[in-house]
């Protein structure tokens, strides 16, 4: 049995769905509940050609409800397990995850996300935001990463179950298909070579004696009264609101100067990075601003951002899920707010280039 | 001086007097459940889940370590648990409804899988916790919240016959069988034999366990023993339909 999956570092030319089973190999996981659904299904392709080599383990499960729930199972006792879903794969996958923010279990759910509602498509879409964010009967108690590139697929996957087991919320990786099944080249590496720590694991259920002595523990997500449920949603939405701003992350260029600036996340801000140095060099003073955790959201960045600026551009392959948050975020903001929302299609920077210059017009006519 | 009555060692005494209604039928089935656990000597190594329905209710009743999960779900939790961790003796505990509805599918494919856990199912024909609905276990005839005016099989079919489904679509190693809470040391039997079979690696356990529910029935004691002795026997046969164990003897 080969050591570790990946030695030192290298240079690779894959799918995501590839980057991803290398990255869960990468992290230490052990074991990968899942259920059949597009455009996700290479994770699983890899993962159990890969993980018999390495001793790690697979169930396929009867749908997306089992592999969420039989996913918490493992954690629960004591391993590194995750899952990954799509589309209406992850309309079920908020049940478990729900009873996973109730009972603090560290989880991790790979999604890819398609066109939606219902069946749609298999090929793409940023229609999972508003589920993914704040999914299931609850406060959205979890931690979504929006990747943009195969890179981040790797690095963020990693990091994915170090920030589960750290803060016991679970994580999400939001990629989408054209992320799952283009290629690309990135470097994979082992994370411990690079000084990486692994938050360790802990076992909740069927833990050995010690020193002969067994102390059973009885977990619960039911209540028996209103106020004992407050006063538990009270402490943790403290807790999510104290290590927030630990887990938020973002970026952002030209915002500095900048009238409009252009929002958005996942694989369109690549377009949108494209299109707002394109317009720098035509000296047009245009900004880029990315949320990288769509939950926690990097509401005080923009905030800053929304402040200087006279118009903020949201760009999103959905019909302004992404939009929401943002709304929410910069509340008593009076900047002005122009959108291109295309549910379930793919945006190029030319139309952002052509859309900006759209509001330019507007602005000066104005 | 206070006498205790006896109970299981496996019993944690804490949450007693246990939350069952007078009468019902779960905290008989968790007594076999619990003499079981301590002649086996496996209390240290059950991870015990209890589904959601009345059984929920059994979330802190045992000093074993213990998960209550989602309505359906529990089959899969504890197939989670025992996949990642063989060595644990996995229990998912559950109502018909939790087992013949929502949680089907679990059901159905944990067995046909062939997992190594034990599930046992409490028959009390109707969806007690939410104040007594049709159950997929639900009599022809019988009345409910939702059949005031008795099940009727052309609208709502017949009663899930749960243990012969599961002996249909197990194989090898599997043990099945139905027990009755008016039988209770023929049911702490069946539900060792259940544990055994986990523990001997053979394959999925199914137990169904014939309980009482006097709140919903709005049966009287005498009534409520008939029920579950005269009438629920008409449509579910008690004793064992798989055995891998007795194959060699017979």
Redesign the interface.
């Given at each position: 049995m080969a050591e570790k999956p990946i030695q030192g570092e290298k240079r690779v030319f894959m799918t995501g769905n590839e980057v991803v089973a290398w990255a869960a190999l990468a992290a230490k996981a052990?074991?990968m509940?899942g259920y059949p659904i597009t455009p996700q299904n290479e994770i699983m392709h890899y993962w159990t050609r890969l993980a018999p080599k390495f001793g790690k383990?697979f169930?396929q499960?009867?749908?997306e409800?089992?592999a969420g729930?039989?996913?918490?199972?493992?954690?629960?006792?004591?391993?590194k397990?995750f899952t990954a879903t799509a589309g209406p794969g992850n309309t079920l996958m908020q049940?478990?995850m729900s009873?996973a923010e109730m009972m603090r279990i560290p989880s991790v759910v790979i999604i890819q996300q398609r066109g939606g509602p219902s069946t749609a498509t298999v090929i793409y879409s940023q229609q999972e935001v508003t589920m993914t964010t704040y999914g299931g009967n609850g406060e959205g108690l979890r931690v979504v990463y929006s990747t943009a590139n195969h890179q981040e697929l790797f690095d963020y996957t990693i990091k994915a179950f170090n920030t589960a087991w750290k803060y016991r919320f679970p994580t999400f990786v939001l990629g989408d298909g054209y992320q799952a099944k283009m290629r690309e080249s990135l470097t994979i590496y082992d994370p411990e070579e690079k000084g990486l720590e692994f938050v360790p694991t802990e076992t909740f259920?069927?833990?050995a004696?010690v020193n002969g002595v067994?102390q059973?523990?009885?977990?619960?997500?039911?209540y028996n009264t209103e106020e004992e449920l407050y006063e538990v949603i009270t402490r943790y939405m403290e807790e999510y609101l104290k290590v927030a701003p630990e887990i938020i992350e973002h970026r952002e260029f030209s915002c500095e100067d900048a009238d409009i600036v252009v929002v958005s996340h996942g694989v369109v801000s690549r377009a949108a990075k494209v299109a707002v140095q394109e317009l720098r060099e035509e000296g047009l003073k245009i900004g880029y601003f990315r949320p990288v955790t769509l939950r926690p959201f990097p509401a005080e960045e923009l905030k800053k951002v929304a402040a200087r600026a006279k118009t903020l551009l949201l760009v999103e392959s959905a019909f302004g899920q992404m939009a929401k948050l943002v709304k929410d975020a910069i509340f008593g903001s009076t900047v002005a707010l122009e959108n291109l929302f295309k549910p379930g299609v793919g945006i190029t920077s030319e139309e952002i280039v052509v859309r900006v210059k759209e509001i330019e017009k507007g602005a000066l006519a104005k | 001086m206070t006498m205790i009555p006896q109970m299981p060692k496996s019993w944690r005494l804490e949450s007693k007097p246990h939350k069952f209604c007078p009468g019902c039928g779960h905290g008989l089935v968790l007594k076999a459940l619990g003499e079981a656990i301590d002649e086996l000597g496996i209390q240290d190594k059950v991870v015990f889940g209890a589904d959601i329905g009345c059984s929920l209710l059994a979330w802190d009743f045992f000093n074993v370590d213990t998960v209550q999960t989602h309505h359906g779900r529990t089959t899969p939790v504890v197939t989670g648990v025992k996949r990642a961790n063989p060595d644990v003796i996995c229990i998912a505990y559950m109502g018909d409804g939790g087992g013949y509805a929502i949680g089907s599918q679990h059901l159905v494919n944990a067995a046909a899988r062939n997992e190594r856990i034990t599930a046992i199912l409490v028959n009390n024909c109707n969806y007690a916790m939410t104040g007594g609905q049709m159950a997929p276990t639900t009599l022809p005839g019988m009345k409910t919240e939702t059949t005031p005016y008795g099940r009727d099989v052309r609208e709502s079919g017949y009663p899930t016959q749960g243990p012969e489904m599961v002996a249909a679509i197990t194989r090898e190693g599997s043990y099945v069988a139905r027990g009755t809470v008016a039988n209770l040391k023929q049911l702490k039997g069946f539900l060792k034999k259940a544990l055994q079979n986990q523990m001997d690696g053979n394959g999925f356990s199914f137990v169904e366990a014939l309980s009482t529910c006097p709140t919903n029935w709005r049966t009287n004691a005498k009534d409520t023993w008939a029920f579950v002795e005269k009438e629920m026997t008409k449509f579910f046969n008690v004793g064992e339909l798989k055995n891998p164990a007795a194959k060699e003897g017979e």
């Open positions: 052990e074991i509940y383990r169930l499960t009867e749908d409800l089992s729930f039989t996913t918490l199972g493992g954690v629960l006792a004591g391993r397990a049940e478990p009873m259920l069927g833990k004696p067994k059973p523990v009885h977990l619960r997500n039911t | -």
